[in-house]
């Protein structure tokens, strides 16, 4: 193969004793449905079966169950189940639901995987897959699953080029040279990856819609586009896109794209009515307006609510939707101004139009208040609209976390933020449940992350980023499953379950975030990358410049006062938030520089001061890179060489950059302070 399957790379099941228990119930795979779904799942369950158990088991369409043993296919509705599965059960299955029961009996042995629609097959067909290449004991195979969230949806940054924005893996597997790419075998495959983590949707191409891609909602370009959403159907799986908030004057040749013009509604619905026509389950639209340079609703003096319902009134006839970024800001600000905080932005924007939204408007909101940083406090947006559908945005391709060249495993990040209690209808008002809809009843709500894949042989360029990506659908799925759990069974699927491997791969994925953070910006600083492209330290890169993201670093103190006494950002929150971040005795340590403007002489909790934390922490990850690369060096000769020679050569360039990272900030911040290092290791006068 070309590249590899990651955790679908299938490798036969050794362990005799369990090949055994399993063996005598895979006789046949029977399709108690005759739809393409069902013959589709059969098909990925035979080809697995044939790789794990060098079974060939027959595909069958048994009109009657005389067989003896086998893997039922079927719906839960389906009256030759009736004696297997109890109403209760059949109730407990919802729409994107699966079932697996296993049926023991004399003359009967049946794995029965039973979903309510053509939607839940494919995600329970891969679940027993997975189940076992685990080698899940019979019994715990039997289940019940639904996803929490009803959206869960990866963003593709893809431009029509063949370039990714913020892509670290390649080029994109979707466009080439202006065109939609034919050869559809690629996509076909990150089709399976993607179902085999429960993803129902794909926004093909980057939120920055310029060029070519403005007219991908048109004939030119849907006809390509229906091929591609064939196959993601097959896998369960929506086409969305991203549009131009201007797309009536750019194709339409109207004069305006004001949302309220008869005219401009009139083209939208015209347009969407021939997007349906070429795909009839168009899942609908992304939209960045009035964001870094893309045209929005503001120039019409209208309001995001405005722009959103004009789009979200053209899909709602076929059930489309629109998922409108809250990532606005004013991206022109000016360094001297103190008063002005980027991190208010999204908040200031939406908060006042709770309510406005129609039902079929998701707000799609980034995890935190800036921009993806090692770490952010969450977004105060997150339970302050309890009238609007909310989805969270995360950031899986490594922008501003080491680009796919540092380890930083982000399911620990990800998992603490979901973990976040809002408050906003009393204690246990988490995130998790917010962006699930339960908390607020929403009918849509879910996950968005920014993918990290392009066609480099391994997808993601380092290869244990795939654990991100992984990570992201499974958390997506169930937000309350345990991190340890999900970074475990990836391990172990990717990796095999050599007991020094999966130890080691957990240990350096488990700690790889913090180590991150400590050499580049811990204590919730962020930003002091190089403008750009984002990679690699400078302290001041941003500095005075109009993004807004500024540390203010003097001799004395760094950081921005956002409490209530300065920026007022602490006022977004509920309480009892508003008072503990106010409060720097009492501000979580990792998030204090994100809040306070701090002496260098503070003393943190552990007693040091705030410029010798700082070098310590950048001494400490840069070291802690040696025991990435240790941990790693331990596997040589238990991981396929490829692989281990490309994660090695990754993590010694770590190593490199984190040295540099290390260099530099406390360099800076020695020059900048006179404070020297109490251990004299920082140098550079
Ligand atoms: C920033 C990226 C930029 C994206 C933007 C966004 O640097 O490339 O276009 O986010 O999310 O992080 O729209």
């Not at 299938?10 to 005598?24: D, F, G, N, S, T």
């Not at 392009?454 to 309350?480: V, Y």
Request: net charge neutral.
């Amino acid at each position: 193969p070309k590249y590899s399957m990651c955790w679908l790379s299938y490798k036969p099941i050794e362990k005799k004793e369990y090949v055994q228990e399993v063996e005598k119930f895979l006789g046949q795979i029977v399709l108690l449905e005759k739809n393409i779904y069902f013959q589709n799942a059969g098909n990925e369950l035979k080809i697995a079966l044939g790789a794990l158990f060098g079974t060939e088991p027959r595909l069958s369409n048994a009109e009657n169950l005389y067989m003896d043993s086998g893997i039922i296919l079927s719906k839960v509705t389906n009256e030759k189940l009736s004696i297997f599965i109890t109403e209760v059960e059949k109730e407990a299955v919802g729409e994107e639901g699966f079932l697996i029961k296993v049926v023991d009996e004399n003359k009967k042995k049946y794995i029965i995987v039973a979903s309510k629609s053509e939607k839940g097959i494919i995600y329970g067909t891969f679940h027993l897959i997975n189940k076992f290449r685990l080698k899940t004991g019979l019994k715990e195979l039997n289940c019940i699953e639904n996803p929490k969230a009803p959206l869960r949806i990866i963003n593709q940054w893809d431009n029509m080029d063949g370039s990714i924005e913020r892509g670290y893996a390649g080029k994109s597997i979707f466009f080439a040279n202006g065109r939609i790419k034919r050869n559809y075998k690629r996509i076909w495959d990150y089709a399976r990856l993607l179902a085999s983590i429960g993803i129902n949707g794909v926004v093909v191409n980057n939120v920055n819609v310029r060029d070519k891609a403005i007219w991908l909602i048109t004939p030119k370009y849907l006809n390509d586009l229906s091929k591609i959403a064939e196959i993601f159907r097959l896998y369960g799986i929506k086409l969305y896109l991203s549009i131009n908030f201007a797309s009536p004057i750019y194709i339409g040749g109207l004069d305006t794209a004001d949302p309220l013009d008869k005219n401009v509604q009139n083209w939208w619905k015209d347009t969407v009515q021939t997007i349906y026509s070429y795909i009839p389950d168009f899942g609908g639209f992304l939209v960045k307006a009035d964001s870094e340079f893309n045209p929005g609703p503001y120039v019409y003096d209208r309001t995001h609510a405005d722009g959103a319902n004009m789009l979200a009134e053209a899909l709602l006839p076929y059930s489309g939707i629109v998922i409108w970024r809250a990532f606005v800001y004013n991206c022109l600000q000016d360094w001297r101004d103190t008063k002005t905080d980027r991190a208010k932005a999204a908040y200031d924007n939406f908060k006042p139009l709770d309510g406005k939204f129609l039902d079929n408007v998701i707000l799609q909101i980034k995890y935190g208040p800036m921009d993806f940083q090692v770490r952010e406090p969450v977004s105060p947006l997150f339970g302050a609209m309890e009238k609007t559908n909310q989805m969270i945005e995360f950031q899986i391709t490594q922008e501003y976390t080491g680009q796919q060249i540092h380890l930083c495993y982000l399911g620990t990040l990800w998992k603490e933020i979901l973990e976040f209690d809002t408050y906003c209808k009393g204690k246990g008002s988490y995130v998790k449940k917010i962006v699930d809809g339960s908390l607020l009843g929403m009918k849509y709500a879910g996950f968005a992350g920014v993918s990290n894949i392009g066609d480099s042989i391994n997808w993601t360029g380092h290869d244990l980023a795939q654990a991100n990506l992984w990570t992201f659908g499974k958390l997506a799925w169930d937000p309350d499953i345990e991190i340890e759990d999900i970074a475990r069974e990836w391990t172990i699927l990717t990796f095999g379950d050599d007991k020094k491997v999966v130890d080691n791969i957990l240990w350096m994925l488990l700690n790889s975030h913090a180590i991150y953070e400590k050499y580049t910006t811990p204590l919730g600083l962020g930003w002091m990358v190089n403008p750009g492209h984002h990679y690699g330290p400078n302290p001041e890169g941003y500095e005075y410049s109009k993004w807004g993201t500024y540390h203010r670093a003097d001799t004395k103190a760094i950081g921005v006062d956002r409490t209530s006494r300065g920026t007022g950002y602490t006022l977004q929150y509920h309480k009892p938030w508003q008072e503990i971040f106010d409060d720097i005795n009492k501000c979580p340590e990792e998030l204090l520089l994100f809040f306070h403007r701090v002496p260098y002489d503070f003393r943190l909790k552990n007693g040091k001061t705030l410029i010798q934390f700082m070098y310590d922490s950048h001494f400490e990850g840069a070291e802690m890179v040696d025991e990435l690369i240790e941990k790693w060096e331990e596997l040589r000769g238990k991981i396929d060489g490829k692989i281990f020679n490309r994660v090695y050569e990754r993590l010694k360039m770590q190593k490199e950059h984190a040295i540099e990272w290390r260099d530099v900030i406390n360099t800076y911040f020695y020059r900048k302070t006179g404070i020297p290092d109490e251990k004299g290791r920082v140098i550079y006068p």
